[in-house]
Nanobody, 116 residues
Framework: EVQLQASGGGLVQAGGSLRLSCVASGLSFDTYTIAWFRQDPGKERDVISCISSTTGTTYYVGSVKGRFTVSRDSSDNTMYLQMNSLKPEDTAAYYC?????????WGEGTQVTVSS
């Protein structure tokens, strides 16, 4: 059974930092394109960052570029999202996602709340 377990969310003041983690069991992140999405209540879930499984290339949406860093540790099948200089508009539920040609998987959301 494949599971993605996200953690690391919380309440932080504007300008602060958080690091989200997503541990995978039942699959290898080396063979999946892995991504972080976020979702505000009543809005669509949008991708904010990802790492290509084939090239290792990273992508960031413009609103987080320069502040967030995505990474993965193949040795323990964990992906991370280091979030610095957080802004109130970063408040959302954050989800990890693993995608391949044959399947995709979601982790449970972890809430990030940034106070002004």
């Amino acid at each position: 059974e494949v599971q993605l377990q996200a953690s690391g969310g919380g309440l932080v003041q504007a300008g602060g930092s958080l690091r989200l983690s997503c541990v995978a069991s039942g699959l290898s992140f080396d063979t999946y394109t892995i991504a972080w999405f976020r979702q505000d209540p009543g809005k669509e879930r949008d991708v904010i960052s990802c790492i290509s499984s084939t090239t290792g290339t990273t992508y960031y949406v413009g609103s987080v570029k320069g502040r967030f860093t995505v990474s993965r540790d193949s040795s323990d099948n964990t992906m991370y999202l280091q979030m610095n200089s957080l802004k109130p508009e970063d408040t959302a539920a954050y989800y990890c996602h693993a995608d391949s040609d044959w399947a995709d998987y979601w982790g449970e959301g972890t809430q990030v709340t940034v106070s002004s």
